[in-house]
């Protein structure tokens, strides 16, 4: 059975920083395509940040120079750090990984931006 999980959201006055945690059982993150989707209420799910299975990285241009993706092999874990942030980053952040035949989604940690 694959489990995503995701921890690490709370809540965070701006200009602060959080670490996301994907922490998945039942396959392994270096072999997948994993991500960072983050959604709104009332909004369509948004890409934040991906790290393919050969380490290629890529960001939303909103979050360029103030989040980092990464993934620890040995834990299993894919991480986003995330520094300054602002109010309108506070939405549910959710992990998701796939290959061409298959995707897996965590359930959504809040994150929450404000003083």
């Known amino acids: 059975q694959v489990q995503l999980v995701e921890s690490g959201g709370g809540l965070v006055q701006p200009g602060g920083s959080l670490r996301l945690s994907c922490a998945a059982s039942?396959?392994?993150?270096?072999?997948?395509?994993m991500g960072w989707y983050r959604q709104a209420p009332g909004k369509q799910r948004e890409l934040v940040a991906t790290?393919?299975?050969?380490?290629?990285?890529t960001y939303v241009d909103s979050v360029k120079g103030r989040f980092t993706i990464s993934r620890d092999n040995a834990e299993n874990t894919v991480y986003l750090q995330m520094n300054s942030l602002k109010p309108e980053d506070s939405v549910v952040y959710s992990c998701?990984?796939?290959?061409?035949?298959?995707?897996?989604w965590g359930q959504g940690t809040q994150v929450t931006v404000s003083s």
């Open positions: 039942g396959i392994a993150v270096r072999l997948y395509n």
């Open positions: 998701n990984a796939r290959t061409d035949v298959e995707g897996y």
């Open positions: 790290i393919l299975r050969c380490g290629e990285i």
